[in-house]
């Protein structure tokens, strides 16, 4: 396949050995200090910065297999062992990732000593603390799951001003006959209600669901009922029979 | 080999955001490398609909800056340079480097640096002692923006007005048709094509064609050109056709009123860069993205505004219904009392439920996106009568007149001075005679209402003066003489087609209908005095007209000189999807213009022209 772009770096350097033999041959008296310190400073600084980057893809990736683990709420396949265990995992690589954080402001704030200041070392620190806090509200989302909270569905208000049109040319009669300051609200109110209803009722029958588990499983005196049920009938049936 | 322009140009950027190195397997750049990228504020626009924050992130850029910006050093980090290769571009380049910012520079100019500039960058760096820090140089051929599939748009500002102004130089216009050029270079480089270029004659449209026609054969001479195939013969018989117009070719396009979504939406609520922001119903603007990722506004662009409600109000019943299911699934509506012998099913009818939940908040939230969107288009419809102002000017448009109360009726009614100078000039274009009465009446009427009549009298002066309004016109109006042809024709496909064309109740544009006509390879009086150029031909054959130029085409770029729209757009994907088979057909233009911008350069061409004698008296330099 072609390549649509063109590699100029050759042609570059080729102008700057021109340029270089053009101009006056000026010997350099004072060599360049290299900044030995600042340099190995530096490369500490990234290097530390790109294992925190790398400890924070792999949180996230565990706090995405902990939201499929928390989705799969089955009755008897219960993954809650592994759910703890890995919320206890990913709080320890949270910890970790903030001692590395305060570790890498000891670094910057040794370079701002040397004067090494740097706005966008700042800034870049800044985005991974970010990243930081944005994986931390993911946990705590998927925390709140624990907490489900009941909402009243509320009723909704008027149609969407487009309802009820058989054709084109009636649709736009209809359309701007309609007021149209009421029309968005209404919708609006209706999705939203639909939305808020619609994740009630499933957090709702869920609950339902383990209130009547635990009440079944701790009811003693319906086990007893049934076991005289049982022993009525065959009684009844050996009397009759025999 | 299918052109999908978007698809190539994201391609062609993740690969320069990776270094220009391959890509790996998974799409994404190794995680420990860091790279900054900086740009400036048209490449900026050329990434903005292709490129999000957290693509960005994927590719491995942690910071991103505008060049003009003052920026601290970050050391051991190599930058990424996007620029347009330009003076001021390349100094702020040599500050950076002398001033050891960054790591390494890797620069990428949006399309070729020149060699003067070239060499300026190089004398720079060596005089700042700062060669070490420059790692590569690049040309991307990238500088156009591309909006969808198949829309691109060179943003070239005003275009339309530097063509036509009375007092440009020659200079200037070679300037401009020079920037066109590279433009249109860079879509063909990224596309890797070498396209068969039709144009009509005369006009900015062959001056751009010969000029890309000079262009393209340089650089097929030489080495290591952009368009090698690699023996690969097949595609080489695949070639599309580049068909080249001026905005003057269908000046009624530009202004008239459309009804359809995606133009109501770029023209009314002033779409830009795939971005709009409306009104939200508590009072603050909303700002909404819509491009290939928003199934609905593809699916739905091209409807007409009542039946993309009507599809709207669909799409919210169908998702009510799917909620409705859920719900009952689940069963949680009727109290807390429950059957526990089906505890097996409800359970799997909730996980279920779960899951099925991510998919139903982002239907909903792209209902929400289109309802919000077409209430406030509601509203605009409403306040300013566009559908009346559509109907009226597609009428004029295909009849040719207007009853003079009617005429002057819509010009006394609703709508703001825009559209209604935009009725008047529709008006003027679809007349056949200028009928003076009636125009001096149109003009009062336009004075009543506080308009600005200059761009009205820019267009009187060039329909008497220039025909080639009338040619448009005319072949606008030829269309139902077509039609009927075809349908009184013995031919059942002809039939077919003309019912078809009936029962669409859109009339063909102009441009459509040439562009067919272009590809299909049909003799047609308009299009076979059309020039043609085979940038591969050997350059003594330019008289000879071979079969290969004038055959069948499977793929068509069009390019609009001078601004154009997405009523345009529509139009030509409409076109490229009843061919049989299907056709692709790119679209192109120097600007995306609403009705309002280009009236707007009709005033300040209409001022040109009316201050002083010396305007008055000249012709527009075409």
């Not at chain 1, 053009?22 to 530390?48: C, D, L, M, W």
């Not at chain 2, 819509?410 to 935009?422: A, E, F, S």
């Not at chain 2, 002809?494 to 209908?513: H, P, Y």
Request: a neutral charge; hydrophobic letters at 35%; glycine letters at 6%.
């Amino acid at each position: 396949m072609a390549s649509s772009y063109r590699d100029r770096t050759s042609e570059f350097r080729l102008l700057l050995e021109t340029l270089k033999k053009i101009g006056s041959p000026v010997q350099p008296e004072n060599a360049p200090s290299t900044s030995h310190g600042e340099s190995y400073s530096r490369s500490e600084f990234n290097r530390k910065a790109s294992r925190i980057g790398l400890g924070i893809h792999e949180t996230s990736q565990k706090i995405a297999r902990l939201t499929q683990l928390a989705r799969k709420s089955s009755m008897f396949n219960d993954p809650a062992v592994e759910i703890q265990e890995l919320t206890v995992l990913i709080k320890n690589e949270i910890t970790a990732l903030n001692s590395a954080l305060f570790d890498l402001q000891t670094v910057q704030n040794t370079d701002m000593a040397d004067g090494g200041y740097s706005q966008d070392t700042i800034v870049h620190s800044t985005a991974n603390i970010k990243a930081h806090e944005n994986r931390k509200q993911i946990f705590s989302k998927n925390a709140s799951r624990e907490n489900p909270l009941q909402h009243q569905p509320k009723p909704t208000t008027e149609p969407p001003p487009w309802s009820n049109s058989s054709n084109a040319s009636e649709s736009l009669h209809q359309e701007l006959a309609l007021p149209s300051n009421g029309a968005p609200v209404g919708n609006q109110l209706r999705i939203d209600d639909n939305m808020d209803e619609s994740s009630a009722n499933v957090e709702g029958a869920h609950s339902s669901l383990l209130r009547h588990l635990n009440r079944i499983s701790s009811n003693r005196w319906l086990l007893i009922k049934i076991f005289v049920i049982l022993i009525l009938f065959l009684m009844i049936f050996i009397f009759f029979v025999a | 080999m299918s052109l999908n322009l978007r698809q190539k140009q994201t391609e062609c950027i993740a690969r320069m955001l990776n270094l220009n190195q391959p890509l790996n397997a998974a799409g994404t750049a190794n995680e420990d490398v860091y790279k900054i990228l900086i740009y400036d504020k048209f490449c900026q626009n050329i990434l903005s609909p292709l490129i999000h924050v957290k693509d960005l992130r994927k590719h491995g850029v942690t910071l991103y800056f505008l060049i003009d910006k003052d920026r601290k050093p970050v050391h051991d980090v190599p930058a990424v340079y996007f620029v347009q290769p330009n003076v001021s571009n390349v100094q702020r380049i040599v500050s950076d480097a002398s001033k050891s910012l960054y790591q390494s520079l890797h620069l990428n100019f949006s399309t070729s640096i020149p060699r003067p500039l070239l060499e300026d960058l190089a004398a720079g760096t060596l005089n700042s002692d700062s060669i070490q820090r420059v790692s590569k140089v690049h040309d991307q051929y990238l500088e156009f923006v591309t909006l969808e599939d198949n829309l691109f748009s060179l943003a070239h500002k005003p275009c339309y007005v530097q063509l036509n102004d009375p007092s440009a130089g020659d200079k200037e216009i070679e300037e401009l048709v020079e920037k066109i050029v590279g433009g249109l270079f860079c879509v063909l480089a990224t596309l890797a094509v070498v396209p068969v270029i039709r144009c009509p004659r005369g006009g900015p449209a062959e001056m751009v064609a010969s000029a890309l026609d000079q262009r393209i054969r340089d650089h097929l001479l030489s080495k290591n050109n952009l368009f090698t195939e690699g023996g690969n013969f097949v595609s080489s018989f695949q070639r599309p056709v580049l068909c080249i117009f001026d905005r003057n070719f269908e000046l009624p396009v530009a202004i008239q009123h459309d009804f359809r979504y995606r133009p109501l939406v770029h023209d009314v609520l002033g779409l830009r860069l795939n971005r709009l922001s409306v009104q939200g119903e508590k009072g603050g603007m909303r700002s909404y993205e819509l491009d290939s990722a928003d199934s609905f506004w593809v699916a739905n662009g091209s409807l007409e505004f009542p039946e993309v409600a009507v599809e709207i109000e669909t799409q919210l019943n169908k998702y009510k219904k799917d909620v409705d299911e859920v719900n009952k699934r689940t069963g949680g509506t009727h109290g807390a009392e429950f059957d526990g012998t089906d505890l097996i099913g409800n359970t799997k009818h909730l996980m279920n439920a779960v899951n099925s939940l991510p998919e139903l908040t982002e239907r909903k939230q792209v209902i929400d996106k289109h309802t919000n969107i077409a209430t406030v288009l509601l509203g605009e419809i409403k306040e300013r009568s566009l559908d009346s102002y559509a109907k009226k000017e597609n009428d004029m448009m295909v009849r040719g007149g207007i009853e003079r109360g009617d005429l002057l009726g819509v010009l006394r009614g609703k709508g703001t001075k825009m559209d209604k100078l935009r009725f008047a000039i529709i008006y003027l274009i679809s007349s056949e005679t200028i009928n003076l009465s009636e125009v001096e009446a149109v003009e009062a009427a336009l004075r009543e209402s506080e308009v600005d009549t200059a761009a009205f009298q820019y267009v009187k002066k060039i329909k008497s003066l220039n025909v080639s309004l009338a040619s448009a016109n005319s072949a606008s109006r030829s269309n139902i003489v077509d039609w009927a042809e075809k349908l009184y024709g013995q031919s059942i496909s002809a039939v077919t087609a003309g019912v078809k064309n009936l029962l669409s109740n859109d009339r063909q544009l102009a441009l459509a209908r040439t562009v067919e006509a272009l590809i299909e390879g049909r003799t047609n009086p308009e299009t076979d005095v059309y020039l043609s150029f085979d940038p591969r031909a050997p350059k003594s054959g330019s008289g000879a007209s071979s079969s290969h130029l004038k055959g069948p085409f499977k793929e068509a770029i069009v390019f609009m000189i001078g601004g154009g729209n997405y009523v345009e757009y529509c139009s030509l994907q409409e076109l490229a999807q009843h061919q049989q088979p299907a056709k692709h057909i790119i679209y192109g233009t120097t600007e995306m213009l609403t009705g309002v911008d280009f009236v707007e350069q009709l005033t300040l061409l209409g001022q040109k022209m009316g201050l002083g004698n010396v305007g008055s008296s000249s012709t527009p330099a075409q």
